[in-house]
């Protein structure tokens, strides 16, 4: 606490008044506020200790947070929640046959990591929200554990039903492999951090690199969030005291199978004794034996996961400063708090950041400036084991965030190397504006013209690039803002609420995957390997300060819609192609005969026919596509007039611009939600069904069509429509009281 | 040898008279006479001892294979050389530093491995041809150690000039790596066996399955064959005794430093100490240790290799049954039968298929059968360090060779799967219809049918295929035939001496790439994991007799030529989309400053821009253009003519045919040979100058093109038009004689 306490009396106060100053002046003024020096000392206190949902230093974390916050010069509260979250009482494994052998249990410590070796408090490898159970049964290797290697098991006749299955992070989100391995009938779940992931194929292994040592282990929620985020018991509402709740024997979102997570030196001693055939090549991980898929007697776990489910409360600590003028809209920023063990990387570097910010952002108060909007800073609780801080937040307030929020900006992990940022092409421009303006600190270059060039260098060198990107790189273009899926606090806002949602970081160089929801995610390993000097966490402050000063004071908020019109026009043509490629890939599939499979593979590996699927049918497109038209030529409407006037309103022009485009993106929910998940209503964009974090777009149209669900794909093909047509109307309307 | 004899006595006599049998009956008599049992037996014989250039056993073979000949009824000698073929005095290699460990040395048996346990006589793990030296330094990781590897090195600023480099063996052939690393200024050249490519990645490793164990070793050669293979010291001549000779010193194709084959296992202990930067990730390989490039003085290798340089004699046997009505018309049919130890794959698995060939033979001779054409049938010697049997005595019999072979058919390993037939493609149609008709020993399918499944089946689960070879595989077409590269006995005859060749073999199901010349290829290895019962030996021989058969009785040669002007349309379609895809990446390059990579790569990890390379003009290829369309148009009318007519043709019309198509292939050679290698002539195929074995088609045009050789090209595409001309102008000749 020595060194928290010295840099925090440092920081000159900004004498100036903020609040007459250019915008210019005023970010400089913020930025002379960030204090990397002060980061890293937030990141050391902050990360002491264990700071998972409900332990005493978690709670000495937020206690932290809101006296900062004070000292500041915010208004502060504390929204809680109580939410089912489950603590594990045992965690047992073993290797029963061919041999005995104990298994997992806590990661050791590692002398060059300081934290590693205080672990009193800390949660064992686990993860949250599996069902509890105690198994023996053999195993069964499924790759990563997602549909289309159950697919491939089927064709080799092998069957997980009743066995253990093992699968390899990776491929897709977490929480899919238990929740397919029981929709498919296995009784236990065991998930490993293969070394080619994030092991010794990504780095040295730490302490030498940043790479995961061979005990390391991912913990994680298997929750069932793309169903819904938040407290399993209270979906749609906020899990006030006395709200009315599901029990978790009903709750969807809980899993059913015990499921532990396991490290790759535990992993070798099961998938090493695994007989049966050999897996296809790309199944085959970095260990050094050869992969197969067992499923024989001979290899036996007993697998034994219980945890204690009792309700906790968990704290967000929301933070204000009143807008002048416009104080019913709101500029919401989060970061959370909650980690793993330590969470030195994730959350806290990027709390830290946010912290940075306010604390900026309160000196600027001080010295008079007054934002036009309010801005509300929430560091959120519980996010690890499901979003839950966040999601609980939204739904209890949701009404008043429809109402008033006009954006949400999220951060999480940071570290070197590229600022992405993903979310409401709206603010593409804007964006953009900003990322030419702030110093990248490893080449002085801005961010923009750094990001740019990598993407250039590295789709030259034969490196996956995203298209679109890379082709904006090459004209030296704004960079397209992604689709956002989930993984991040953001869910809620965007996809729940229609809240424009920004996410935002720096990544790429660092190595903190290798420490990923470990005991080492530590202020050793981070400030080693990760950003040393935490200068991307002052880079993030300067990204997103600006992004929050920008945004308070605008006379109207800085949107511009072509981008938005563009990615749809870019979603609906993947759509097409998905078609298309569906349907050859049908008609070729349908000229597979078993045996052409028995000619065709080799006898002592035999290999079935692909799995049969209803075809492809037409999908007549035409309605979304006429929608997106109009909405591309309501965009180009705005923009131009915008350009060309939008320095010239009148205050009563910009009062009236600013009332129609408020709430303008709850056209794009769903009244239904998407199907199977009503929670989710955003019909652009969405976690996958089966991706579980990584994005879908148009993803009530896209699934319909991926999961074969051809007469939702023609009804959700209405809803986006009509959601769009909505949107381009409002958006005309908007632009018809501009001069 | 006591099983040996009792199989020998074993096959009944073709009692009927098998020249006025049908041709359906000579082929269903010549089966009955392949025995699969009489091929374990040849295996198990000739491979119980070392086999390789000048042993006692691999004498001992020569001598049975001579005495098997004659009990048939072949007329055979022996067609004796005197090479330099060096064999190993010292192989040492020892780490030096950071430890010191002695590394290297000879293979270690495995109890289930009989022949591993008696290797009195053995060869150690090396290379012949490397230079001898004796050299210590330090280690750069140059993964394949080809000419994108060495600019991905410079592209980082690190040099191999001084060093030793550590190369893993694949990626192109052999020879290069040390080629390239002497080239680049290194001292010394060590090549190890990735586990990733033929060890526990592809398979269990021996003897749980028949994967490379981590102390297998690849033996090979690493003379400069794609310059020229055969005896070093007498390019383009017959090494007679009397032959002129190049010394050792002048011979361009020894390489000039110390070169040593290694295991992975003590790979590891170079590799896993190396420090230095992070290898690009399509560099990392399967150990389970993170990949760095190394350089710098920590780690130092000693590296002592010294041969003994003598000349040696080695011994072809080549066997004859002389042709009827046209005895100065050869069908040659080859396999060597030397090995690296014993051999048993690689070639034996080949050489007793043509020894079943043979047998049979010499059945139908016995009953009267009198082939119209010679059938000469060649037991090679020496393929193993640089194709020297075959090579020398194609240019010790040049002319006869050129004025008589109409055909070379060539096998060498062979094993379970699908027959792969690659070589001159106007035999395509007459391939096509053997591979109709014999049967898959695993399925029961024809091979055809087979072959076609799995191209489908491959393809439809993402796996690469020939393009050609699937749309023909969908059509139910004929399988292309695709160009001949090097690495077998086919190199002389096809690439210097322009006769037909054909190279054929089952594969692609077995495991012996792990035992690929180690000690462990060997008659265990092979019969567990390769080719149990040789099911497929006999299927080769069944195969290659119909083509030996067919071609030896054919009253004209059963060549259509569609086919082979397709292919050539092909090639300078590849052509065509190579120059269009370096013209528009070389203007991509152009734009790719030194700052763009200082901005877009990692800080920590700094990449160079691209080396900087000429820009490619656009290529006036019409010429060619023009000889192909006129290729094409002959064949199309020969084709068309032998459809409605061959079947027809007078004796006088046969003759003349034969006559004016004997040789035409010898238009396909350049005078000059090809840029920097005169000794490869064929202007269609060429094993690539930096690929080793892999085949370049239209070689003096696309390597010109790829070198950026732009005078050459231009050169080239002129020969190579003249060539394609001339061949179409023969060919209409020929056509003018049918009716």
Same mark, same amino acid.
């Given at each position: ?76 509260? $504390? ?8 603590? #594990? ?32 408090? +800390? ?14 049964? *053999? ?86 969030? !793309? ?45 090493? $004794? ?21 499923? *024989? ?49 994730? #959350? ?29 800073? &929430? ?68 961010? &923009? ?33 992604? !689709? ?12 729940? &609420? ?33 950003? #040393? ?31 938005? +019109? ?9 759509? $097409? ?65 915008? +350009? ?15 009332? $129609? ?37 148009? !993803? ?19 809803? &986006? ?17 501009? #001069?």
């Amino acid at each position: 606490m020595k060194l928290l306490a010295a840099v925090l009396l440092a920081g000159t106060a900004i004498t100036a008044s903020a609040q007459t100053m250019s915008a210019a002046s005023r970010e400089a003024a913020f930025d002379s506020q960030i204090s990397s020096a002060e980061q890293m000392a937030w990141l050391k206190t902050m990360s002491a200790g264990p700071n998972h949902v409900a332990s005493p230093h978690n709670q000495a974390n937020a206690a932290l947070i809101e006296k900062l916050f004070r000292e500041w010069g915010w208004q502060v509260k $504390r929204a809680d929640y109580q939410v089912l979250y489950p603590t #594990p009482v045992s965690t047992a494994l073993e290797l029963v046959g061919p041999v005995r052998k104990a298994l997992g249990g806590q990661e050791p410590g590692i002398p060059q990591d300081a934290t590693s070796n205080a672990l009193a408090g +800390a949660l064992p490898p686990y993860v949250a929200y599996q069902g509890d159970g105690d198994v023996t049964g *053999s195993v069964v290797y499924v790759n990563y554990g997602l549909p289309g290697d159950y697919e491939a098991l089927a064709r080799r006749g092998i069957s997980v039903k009743g066995k253990i299955v093992i699968a390899r992070y990776g491929g897709g989100w977490r929480g899919l492999k238990p929740k397919l391995a029981q929709e498919q009938g296995a009784i236990g779940c065991l998930i490993y951090s293969d070394p080619q992931q994030d092991g010794y194929g990504s780095a040295d292994t730490y302490p030498n690199g940043g790479g995961r040592p061979p005990a390391g282990v991912q913990r994680g929620s298997v929750m069932d969030m !793309p169903t819904y985020p938040g407290d399993p018991l209270t979906p749609g509402i906020g899990a006030t005291k006395d709200a009315q709740r599901l029990t978790r024997e009903t709750a969807p979102t809980v899993l059913k199978i015990p499921t532990l997570p396991i490290s790759y030196a535990d992993a070798t001693e099961i998938l090493s $004794r695994l007989k049966g055939a050999t897996v296809p090549a790309d199944w085959r991980g970095g260990l050094p034996f050869h992969y197969r898929f067992g499923g *024989s007697d001979d290899v036996q776990v007993h697998l034994k996961v219980q945890s204690e489910w009792s309700l906790k409360t968990i704290s967000n600590v929301i933070a204000t400063l009143p807008g002048s003028t416009k104080r019913d809209e709101w500029v919401v920023r989060g970061n959370h708090y909650d980690g793993w063990v330590f969470g030195a990387s994730d #959350p806290l570097s990027g709390e830290v950041a946010l912290l940075s910010e306010a604390k900026a952002l309160g000196a600027l108060w001080k010295s008079g400036w007054r934002p036009k909007r309010s801005i509300v800073y &929430a560091s959120w609780d519980a996010e690890e084991p499901g979003l839950l801080g966040s999601t609980e937040w939204v739904e209890d307030n949701l009404a008043e965030l429809k109402a008033k929020a006009i954006i949400y900006i999220n951060s999480d992990s940071n570290g070197r190397g590229t600022l992405e940022v993903d979310g409401s092409q709206q603010f593409q421009p804007f964006v953009a504006r900003i990322a030419d303006a702030v110093q990248d600190p490893a080449t002085g270059a801005s961010v &923009a013209a750094r990001g740019r060039a990598k993407l250039r260098a590295r789709a030259f060198d034969g490196q996956r690039a995203d298209a679109e990107a890379l082709a904006a790189a090459e004209k030296g273009a704004d960079q397209p803002l992604g !689709p956002l899926g989930s993984g991040s606090d953001y869910t809620a806002f965007i996809h729940h &609420a229609g809240i424009p949602s920004l996410n935002v970081g720096f990544g790429g160089e660092g190595e903190s995957a290798g420490s990923y929801h470990s005991i080492y995610d530590s202020y050793d390993h981070f400030t080693r390997w990760d950003d #040393p000097g935490l200068a991307y966490g002052v880079a993030l402050s300067k990204v997103i300060g600006r992004m929050v000063i920008g945004l308070a004071d605008a006379d109207v908020p800085p949107v511009r819609f072509t981008p938005l +019109a563009t990615a749809a026009r870019q979603y609906l043509g993947e759509i $097409r192609t998905l078609v298309e490629n569906r349907r050859k890939e049908d008609t070729t599939r349908a000229a597979l005969s078993a045996d052409l499979y028995r000619l065709g593979s080799d006898p002592r590996d035999p290999l079935g026919p692909p799995v049969a699927k209803p075809a492809t049918p037409a999908i007549d497109l035409a309605a979304l596509d006429a929608a997106i038209t109009r909405l591309e030529a309501a965009a180009r409407a705005f923009d131009e007039k915008m +350009a060309a006037k939008g320095a010239t309103l009148t205050a009563a022009q910009q009062a009236a611009l600013n009332a $129609r485009l408020k709430g303008i993106d709850q056209a794009l929910l769903s009244p239904a939600g998407l199907p199977f998940r009503p929670w989710f209503r955003n019909i652009l964009y969405a976690p996958g069904r089966f991706t579980g974090y990584g994005a879908k777009t148009l !993803p009530g149209v896209r699934e319909a069509i991926e999961e074969r669900r051809f007469d939702d794909a023609v009804r959700e093909t209405g809803i &986006a429509a009509k959601a769009l047509t909505d949107y381009a109307d409002r958006l005309t309307a908007a632009t018809a009281v501009l #001069p």
